[in-house]
């Protein structure tokens, strides 16, 4: 298993982050594992300037699409020290300085094309999306497919990248998404709410 910051599908975002690459790229490179059999764990990150509702729509769309075996959406944070962090502080972007929130996962800072709450929303839905009992069943289908057909003798066939492994990871992923919204986090989705109140 490969991990692997693709960081986005939308061409503008890529270009801000300046990664060097196109969305052809991405297409290639999952192929290009999968067809060796090598597992992916893609790493995709909300919230650029140049994001917006469709961008992370088409994500999870593309994620499964392109068959991805296991992922994490993230949440841009500008870190202290880098250019980031130095734009959004001069623009008055920065939600607050509580460094225990600066962990890829909060939402800490005013984004261009969603409210912070609606951002936050979107990684956890898209969470919620991909580790969900329905995937891991169709995971499940997949394998016992692949095994069927690997026991009747399908000479030559391509190794799926599904497998038990992958069931389990995404069973395990729903119980981590549903307790990080339900419990963990439930203080700060109130205050990020509280924020959106505010601004209407």
Partial sequence: RVYIGFESINQETLNAYRKHQRVDDIVRAIHTF???GIRIHGMFMFGADDDDHQTVKETVEFVARERI????????TPFPGTE???RMANQGRLLHNDWRFYDTMHVVFKPN??????LQRHMWESFDSFYSIGSAAFEALEALQDGALRILGAVGR???ASSLENIALKLGGKLIVHNWMSKTN??????LQSLDILAR
Avoid at 113 to 118: G, K, L
Avoid at 186 to 191: D, E, I, P, T, V
């Fill in 84 to 86: 980031t962090y130095e």
């Fill in 69 to 76: 075996d296991t992922v994490q959406f993230l949440i841009l």
């Fill in 158 to 160: 391509k190794m799926n």
């Fill in 186 to 191: 439930k203080k700060y989705l109130n205050y």
């Fill in 34 to 36: 999968h067809q060796y």
């Fill in 113 to 118: 094309q969603f409210s912070p709450y609606q």
